[in-house]
């Protein structure tokens, strides 16, 4: 079964760049499509990013040309690279595995202005 478990949140200014990063435990992140969501306080969860297992991406139209998500097989490791981040990008952040209905506990993003 696999695991996840969200790493690299934090507080910064708008502007600024912050990359998550999410581990996977098991023997099978090679072959499964990966995403990143996100819940802000009083809003529905949202997919942030997707890349599947050949790396093909998605982004959510407010994200494009800011956030870049990229996967490291041999690290079983997916990173979600967050650049000129607006106040609206506060959020928590979960990465998943929609396939196989498995998320991570989430990692706090707040952006302040």
């Known amino acids: 079964q696999v695991q996840l478990v969200e790493s690299g949140g934090g507080l910064v200014q708008a502007g600024g760049s912050l990359r998550l990063s999410c581990a996977a435990s098991g023997t099978i992140f090679s072959i499964i499509a990966m995403s990143w969501h996100r819940q802000a306080p009083g809003k529905e969860r949202e997919l942030v990013a997707s890349?599947?297992?050949?790396?093909?991406?998605y982004y959510t139209d407010s994200v494009k040309g800011r956030f870049t998500i990229s996967r490291e097989n041999a690290k079983n490791t997916l990173y979600l690279q967050m650049n000129s981040l607006k106040p609206e990008d506060t959020a928590i952040y979960y990465c998943?595995?929609?396939?196989?209905?498995?998320w991570g506990q989430g990692t706090q993003v707040t952006v302040s202005s």
């Open positions: 890349i599947t297992s050949s790396g093909s991406t």
């Open positions: 998943a595995s929609r396939g196989l209905n498995i």
